[in-house]
């Protein structure tokens, strides 16, 4: 037996000694002084008695500051007539009202200034064309001389990258259509489509546009999911139903909480290893310096990397009782370490804001049996633990390392998977995960631990949830309106990247859908798909061979050609009317700008009135005192009128009441809310004033940068004009003997004199035409003559681009000049529906005659690019 033993106890200690090389990487000579003090004197994973005694006390003195979470008092008639008799004059309906008319008039001001823009704008815009108009031909001319790696190869998709161009921005700013198509998607394929084009068109979290549309576009996802709704447990759902995410919600939730945008304000505060605050650090300490295993079944524990040597010679018994060691050290765990980790966080506004929308969207839906707050506040619990808390730990190494701009030191402990560290983390994950509804715990001894020890910190997690909430006010659709104005104000433009075959797959499932995507008769999505029509399988294939990713500008600067804007009802995002329901006059270029308070219950409305007004206290438990009270306030000596007839027009609708078996919390509860209500557009108001300062101060801005922009694009300009090298850059070229390509360009700019740099060509308009020998472009591939006349004729072919499409003019030589044989007009539409084509088809025209002309129709698409681009 002790040979037998020997092998087992060498085993241990050689874990202990490996186990206290990795505590010495990670917490310093004082943790692997520490561990290695407890190594053969105390259980593995046992806290150090005088740290164990400290953490007790600590754990002690919390539960008894904190005690259980308040339950909210009921609200009575009493408690109800002083909430009215204490609210601010400046929420009264009336005060609302005019301070809603002082700030749609300031918003108009502003609205009136933006559409004045473009002539204030007219001189920059004019030295910007100019400079846009020899750029291309600056390029010509640098790189002039430089072989070229062959000719791109044709895409089918570059003619309708406009028509793309306005679908995103149309997209992007009227939330409206991505929200109808989340709720339109039928499986996994179209769904990873849809969070695609939702993170590429907001993937530019840090301005404070995008990242605006965006929250308003997950609140209005959630408004819609939860109408779906049929219990309180599907809302929020991460879990899976045929072949697809129940709720989009969850999956962009997670995107927004764990992006880049909230490293600093969230990931960090959970994940930096190197702070002693956080849950990471929490983890590591618990596995490199009280060496504990975090299992939730035997079986794992008995698979961790630490257990592997040391218990591989334990019986059932000895491996049932370490596994109830390890729980009650990992209870001691939670409790005392992983709780005041979480509850050390502030997580960033934008979250808890969107806590609180989800908060009171669910209260408004009023689920059978869940009334109460804690009720309410389950889905933000899922959202919390689920969509932040799990994902974290499951992706350590993304957001605990480099990945996240902290420690590459934290990456090396996770990838040596001996020690314990990844298993450990996602016992903790599968725990969270079991505390949040995943999942079920068996009946077996050890399960019944776990449960027990989830069912103590739930409360305090949900306590912690609805902390967060406290006092915080949701701004978001006021910010969505405001940055409307500061965009404009802003003339930096905003793009997206978009792959090609992932525009090709967005628009043809937007195709599918269109019928349920529509927003009104004249859709204005409807009417761009359209022009794209649908793309097949194999065009989408050849697009992915060499796939591109096109550069797309989002048009934030709408007013400057739509001139109209609304706010749409059921999105409530700016948008010009044509992408609303709404219509506006003929002379009308803005609707109401400014949300109207609208009372949704005046049932209760006299009872309001009698309440705030009355001097008399109210202590009526119920309807029926409440009618007696009343009665018994009017007597024959009363000299307030006005009170004693609204006390007749209550007393008269209390029979009502009383008949129909109204309860009393429907009164209170509707004067409460209302109460609310008020309080609430107040701050509304509050906010948007407060936004318009800013927008002021933009104003203000733009006019003072436009005298200098002008001045750097005038000088911009005169520069492309020339072309000619700075002296210092040209004195640094002759003294290192070395010939710049700008200078070359400059020179032949000097010797041609050409036209189009003068200034005589400021104001004139240009249209491409030019002219190719047939012989050419038969060795280009481009025409193809075969058994053709063209194959030995003397001829040439004149392209003439006009309004999107093209005259081809066929010309052979005859008796020394070049005489008109056939003019083919190609349409515009004609000219998109080519550049889809196959790659290998071939276009014969004139269409329908015998052929004239054999073109390779992606080689004709490629020549037409260049005349465009005046290559």
Known sequence: AGAAAAPAEAATAAAGGS?????????????????????????????????????????????????????????????????????????KEPELKRREKHVQKTLLGFMAAILKLPEREAKLTRLQHLF???????????????????????????????????????????????TTLSLCVENSAEQHIFYEVVQRLFHDLQDSRTRHL??????????????????????????????????????????????????????????????????IYAVERATFVRNEVIALTIQDFRKAPQNEVKMQDFDAKELANEFHKSIREFDAFITETVLPAIKSVVLPLAIRRFWCYALKEVQRRKFVGKRTIEDCSEPILRLFVLGTLVPLLRNAKTFGGRSAFLHSDFERRLADTGNGLTSNLEGLAAFFETVAGVGAFDDSAEQRQIKRIGAKIRPQLLKYVMGQMHNVYDDTYTKVVLDVCLSHFDAKPSYVLVPGTTLMRMSNLLKRYESKLGINNED????????????????????????????????????LTERQMVLCPSSHCPLPPRMTTLKLGADENFGDLVEKFVVEDERYKDFERLFSEARFRIKATTLKMLKRDLQNE???????????????????????????????????????????????????????ESGLKSVRKASRKHEQSLDHAEQRMEAASKFALQLRPSC??????????????????????????EFGRTEVARHLSYTPIVTHRVKELIKRKVVIAEGLWTETADAKLQFYLANGGVEISVLCRRDGADALVRQITLSEERVRDLRRADVDAVLQLPSGESPLVVFATARLMQLLEEVEAGR
């Open 214 to 279: 965006f929250e308003a576009l997950i609140r209005y996802m959630f408004a819609e999911e939860i109408e779906l709704a049929k219990t309180l447990d599907e809302v929020a759902d991460h879990a899976k139903e045929k072949d697809r995410q129940k709720s989009s919600v969850f999956y962009l939730y997670t995107w927004y909480a764990t992006s880049e945008q909230h490293y600093e304000s969230l990931v960090h505060k959970f994940m930096d290893s190197k702070n002693s605050k956080t849950l």
């Open 524 to 559: 204005p999505v409807e009417a761009l798909l359209r022009k794209i029509g649908v793309w097949g399988d194999k065009m989408i294939e050849a697009e992915k061979a060499s796939d591109v990713v096109h550069v797309l500008q989002i048009n934030a600067r709408f007013l």
């Open 19 to 91: 186990q206290l090389a990795r505590s010495a990487s990670f917490a310093g000579s004082e943790a692997a002084s520490e561990a290695a003090s407890s190594i053969g004197t105390s259980a593995p994973g046992a806290l150090l008695a005088e740290e164990q005694a400290v953490l007790a006390q600590q754990q002690e003195e919390r539960e008894e500051s904190e005690g259980p979470p308040e339950q909210p008092k009921e609200l009575d008639f009493h408690g109800l007539q002083e909430l009215l008799a204490n609210e601010s004059p400046d929420s």
């Open 634 to 688: 009017i007597t024959e000596d009363m000299q307030d009128f006005q009170l004693a007839n609204r006390i007749m027009i209550c007393l008269g609708k209390l029979e009502e009441l009383i008949e129909s078996e109204t309860p009393l919390s429907d009164m209170i509860d509707t004067i409460k809310e209302n109460l609310d209500a008020r309080e609430l557009h107040l701050k509304y108001l509050d906010a948007l």
């Open 728 to 753: 210092i850059l040209s004195e640094a070229a002759d003294a290192h003997n070395f010939t710049l390509k700008i200078s070359n360009a400059a020179r032949a700019i000097a010797f041609r004199g």
């Open 132 to 178: 846009d108009a020899t750029h291309q031909k600056n390029l010509a001319l640098i790189r002039s001389g430089i072989s070229r790696q062959g000719d791109p190869p044709h895409k089918a998709i570059y003619g309708c990258l406009d028509t793309y161009q306005a679908i995103l921005w149309t997209m992007q700013q009227q939330v409206a259509y991505l």
